[in-house]
């Protein structure tokens, strides 16, 4: 510390506040060269300053700055508790309510199931199954399913069931499709389905309600990964005789998510790809190596159904062969008539 007259500043460390005063006689204790000095009111032209800083670089400890401020008579407590402006400005701002408040987000209320849904057709008719309330999964319309298995009953040659085989049920979510799938006579589903509350909560007890959870798979990966890595899931024999794609409206490009299912090794020579897709949304008339042989409107819902030539052709010698029916059938009342 260094003492001074009208020219000199004591400088020590303290909260960011100054003040000024005038110790005598702790001056005269301090500087023993000073006694003797006629202190007078001519020869007083300027107080003696103690300017108090934090800006020094060599910082005082808390108790020596308590020590040096008791040592010219003043309250450490008036000095060191002082609060900083920014402490000070955060105390008014949290009791004017006017300061940053953080949101506590309110916890989300439990997912709920109901049984709306339930098999169209087969060996598990009529059951119902669980689907959640919120709109998080949009299963699919009973007359759009009603519709694409007919379809695809009359293309494999078998009105009455499926041909039997392994079937893929992409964005599966409550598993109505591939439950209806087993229901006429597939012998094995797979089930894709990245949600694991509606993996546990709805998917899990549908297949265990209607006795098919023995020959169901169920992974619970996004549809994307699995597309990818269909190998890694599957093995060597990955194709798959049936798949449904069956995927929110939303969050789906359609063009890329077909180019990636017909790469795939999922797809066989013989596949039937069941889509369902949304109004205003084009559809190649080809995936990959199997043709378009349906494609029906139910609404705002569209129904794709891909499959080998031979199903086109098998098809339309079916469609030939109910028109010649019903037209001796007309002759037939034509004749009785007369």
């Given at each position: ?44 032209r ?43 400005k ?23 199931t ?52 392994r ?22 589903v797979?089930?894709v ?11 899990r ?8 959870l ?69 559809m ?8 378009k ?23 339309y ?22």
């Amino acid at each position: 510390m260094a003492v001074q007259s009208s020219h000199t500043a004591f400088s020590f460390l303290s909260p960011l506040r100054s003040h000024s005063i005038v110790p005598e006689t702790s001056l005269l204790s301090f500087n023993p060269s000073l006694v003797g000095y006629p202190f007078t009111a001519t020869n007083r032209r300027r107080p003696f300053i103690i300017t108090v800083s934090s800006k020094s670089k060599n910082e005082l400890s808390v108790d020596k700055k308590r020590q040096l401020l008791e040592q010219y008579g003043l309250n450490p407590d008036e000095f060191l508790s002082e609060p900083s402006p920014k402490t000070k400005k955060r105390r008014e701002q949290s009791k004017s309510g006017t300061g940053k408040q953080v949101l506590v987000e309110e916890p989300k209320p439990p997912r709920e199931t109901h049984k709306l849904l339930q098999v169209v057709g087969g060996t598990a008719r009529r059951k119902k199954l669980l689907s959640p309330k919120s709109m998080d999964v949009r299963p699919m319309m009973e007359v759009v399913k009603a519709a694409a298995f007919g379809i695809l009953q009359a293309a494999g040659g078998c009105p009455a069931s499926l041909r039997p085989g392994r079937w893929l049920d992409l964005y599966s979510g409550t598993g109505s499709v591939g439950i209806e799938a087993i229901s006429r006579g597939c012998s094995e589903v797979h089930f894709v389905e990245m949600d694991p509350w509606v993996v546990s909560d709805v998917l899990r007890p549908n297949l265990e309600w209607t006795g098919f959870l023995d020959a169901s798979v169920i992974h619970t990966v996004r549809v994307e990964s699995f597309l990818e890595r269909a190998e890694h899931f599957l093995g060597e024999d990955g194709s798959f005789d049936y798949i449904s794609v069956t995927p929110p409206y939303a969050v789906v490009d359609y063009s890329i998510l077909m180019d990636q299912i017909s790469k795939s090794s999922i797809v066989g020579e013989n596949t039937f790809i069941l889509v369902e897709y949304p109004f205003r949304t084009d559809m190649l008339d080809s995936c990959g190596c199997l043709v378009k042989i349906s494609d029906r409107r139910f609404g705002r819902t569209h129904l794709a159904i891909y499959g080998p030539k031979w199903a086109l052709k098998k098809k339309y010698v079916e469609k030939t062969k109910r028109k010649q029916e019903k037209l001796d059938l007309l002759r037939e009342v034509e004749i009785s008539a007369s």
